[in-house]
Nanobody, 115 residues
Framework: VQLVASGGGLVQSGGSLRLSCAAS????????MSWYRQAPGKGRELVAE????????NYADSMKDRFTISRLNAKNTAYLQMNSLKPEDTAVYFC?????????WGQGTQVTVSS
């Protein structure tokens, strides 16, 4: 099983990034997908999640107007489009897949937003 997150980087405040999470080794279309983030010195927090079909999404309040989660089951990939980025969005972003019986974490991708 692998979840490979990519797309992080350094961006100026107000800019945008699109993260990708490529999955393999399990039936992607049967799993909820989530993005979490962890800022330096803080705990891991939920950013957004999407249902297996993509028909339902959920966001943390502070991000719902700026971030969009999506998935393409045909490509076993989940995405996080991040707009209007702020310095406080600086964190390592992780993708997470879960079902009723299994859960998998990907490695993180660093997002740094400069002021």
């Amino acid at each position: 099983v692998q979840l490979v997150a990519s797309g992080g980087g350094l961006v100026q405040s107000g800019g945008s990034l699109r993260l990708s999470c490529a999955a393999s080794g399990f039936t992607f279309s049967n799993y909820f997908m989530s993005w979490y983030r962890q800022a330096p010195g803080k705990g891991r927090e939920l950013v957004a999640e999407i249902s297996p079909s993509g028909g339902s999404t959920n966001y943390a309040d502070s991000m719902k107007d700026r971030f969009t989660i999506s998935r393409l089951n045909a490509k076993n990939t989940a995405y996080l489009q991040m707009n209007s980025l702020k310095p406080e969005d600086t964190a390592v972003y992780f993708c997470y897949a879960y079902s009723s019986t299994e859960q998998y974490w990907g490695q993180g991708t660093q997002v740094t937003v400069s002021s």
